[in-house]
């Protein structure tokens, strides 16, 4: 298969609505990395190695990154990413960065949903929350975390965040 065709079929894959607020949605998206696989027919492009996905403020990094496009829809992507631990940074409208780290991540596009599972930690303005599994619905705003294994959700904040919501 040529150049061409390979880079049509990636460009298809990744919709611009992924991982992004406002005007991240807006930019490209570019993903480095070691390794790729295109599985053409099952609509999937699999990234190994040293991942790299970046749009607009959004930074992801794993060590694995699976794009699917279910029934090769556009603006459908589930995109599935692996690491020890998978992290994400994004710039939110209001200039302050969010910050998100666990074992997996899935963010659904269609819906602009993040879920991060297995050791989930999720840090704005230096307050932070853990859990087991921690959902996020991006363009809401609304997050929920889960605790499992017999531990409890930990949440800090910050005493300069509290004073702010006072006001």
Not at 40 to 60: A, E, M, P, Y
Not at 72 to 96: L, N, W
């Amino acid at each position: 298969m040529n150049l061409f065709k390979i880079s049509t079929l990636l460009c298809l894959c990744i919709s611009t609505s992924s991982w992004a607020l406002s005007d991240d949605t807006e930019q490209p998206i570019y993903i480095d990395s070691d390794t790729q696989n295109l599985d053409i027919q099952n609509n999937i492009v699999t990234f190994t190695g040293n991942v790299i996905l970046r749009q607009g403020s959004i930074d992801i990094r794993a060590d694995k990154v699976v794009v699917t496009r279910p029934k090769g829809q556009e603006g459908q992507e589930v995109i599935d990413a692996y690491g020890k631990p998978a992290t994400f940074h994004q710039i939110m409208d209001d200039g302050k960065p969010i910050d998100g780290e666990s074992l997996e991540m899935r963010y659904l596009t269609a819906t602009e949903f993040l879920k991060m599972t297995n050791e989930a930690l999720l840090i704005q303005d230096g307050s932070e929350i853990r859990g087991k599994v921690i959902t996020y619905k991006i363009d809401e705003q609304k997050l929920a975390a889960q605790s499992g294994d017999k531990k409890r959700v930990t949440t800090i904040l910050q005493p300069a965040q509290l004073n702010s919501n006072k006001k």
